[in-house]
């Protein structure tokens, strides 16, 4: 199963099928959202549907002592309770916030998403060493239904990015596989643009977040792209350019008209014909389309 990792370094990929971006940490939102609701759970009583593999492995290292905690759709581990609810509130939100703007309600699994929280740099090597990721510089790493987030020091940094790797976490709750890696990626920028504004209480017009389109990737490469580019301009190129794409079906259909079109994706439809049977678009129109977005 591919992982989405974030990296706290310039944009350079370093792992074949892993999405790389830097990561600090949740804004301090104050306050609960109405309806949310965290329950401390001992280990055996938690829900452990949807428990991968990696994360029993989390769960069994030795110097970890974990408590867990239950909300609506997630189940986290942690030791530092403060943090957690805010993992936690974002998460519910961007599951509520991405189901009623796509319009999709019903689960692809039954159970609740983990997602582990390691407190500092030490606890987080140690778990990079027992997952088997390479790169020193991981800070985040979303695997199907899990996440496994190392918490920053500042705890008043940059949201954004977490209400991005979430957005995976969520989107892997709504669809049976994978998306492609341009749709992926740019889903995930659209709900760390918007979503995170939502989540903050901030309105925010979406036309004026894509002006200025400077880094092109060709986009009939970009569209049966299955890795990351190998450059730190080719993925800079590559995150703009999934950003414009998605915005510009976003914003010019319904936004739901992107359900369908992403699970006819992730079940091998060809992409060109799926533009085509979803958007009424051929290749060149979309480009030309997306030009002039």
């Known amino acids: ?36 609701d965290m ?18 492995m989390a769960l ?12 609506t759709h997630f189940v986290l581990h942690y030791e530092r309770v403060t943090f957690a609810r805010k993992v936690g509130r974002m998460g519910e939100f961007m599951h509520d916030y991405i189901g009623e703007e796509l319009q999709v309600a019903e689960q692809q699994n039954e159970g609740r998403s983990h997602i582990f929280i390691f407190r500092d740099e030490k606890e987080w090597k140690a ?5 088997m990721v390479s790169t020193e510089w991981a800070f985040s790493l979303v695997q199907g239904p899990t996440m496994f987030l190392q918490q920053d020091k500042d705890t008043t940094s940059s949201g954004s990015v977490l209400a991005h790797e979430m957005t995976h976490l969520v989107v892997n709750r709504y669809f049976s596989g994978t998306p492609p890696l341009w749709l992926n990626e740019g889903l995930a920028q659209w709900y760390e643009e918007f979503g995170y504004a939502a989540f903050k209480g901030i309105k925010k017009s979406k036309r004026p977040q894509f002006r200025s389109f400077k880094h092109v990737y060709p986009v009939s490469q970009i569209l049966v792209l299955d890795t990351y580019p190998q450059t730190a301009a080719g993925v800079r190129a590559f995150y703009e350019t999934s950003k414009y794409m998605v915005g510009l079906l976003m914003i010019k259909w319904p936004p739901e008209k992107i359900v369908p079109f992403t699970r006819a994706l992730i079940q091998g439809a060809d992409v060109y014909q799926a533009l085509q049977d979803h958007y009424d678009l051929s290749l060149e129109e979309f480009t030309q389309a997306l030009s002039g977005f």
């Not at 974030?6 to 301090?28: E, M, N, P, Q």
């Not at 329950?39 to 029993?56: A, K």
């Not at 069994?60 to 909300?71: C, S």
């Open 1 to 36: 199963m591919k992982y989405c990792v974030y990296i706290v370094a310039c944009l350079i990929v370093l792992l074949s099928g892993t999405s790389l971006y830097a990561l600090k940490t949740i804004d301090d939102v104050r306050g609960d959202k109405p309806g949310f």
């Open 60 to 71: 069994e290292m030795p110097d970890m002592k974990w408590r867990h905690a239950q909300t």
């Open 127 to 131: 778990f990079l060493r027992t997952a």
């Open 39 to 56: 329950e401390e759970v001992d280990q055996g009583d938690m829900d452990d549907r949807l428990l991968t593999p990696l994360g029993r």
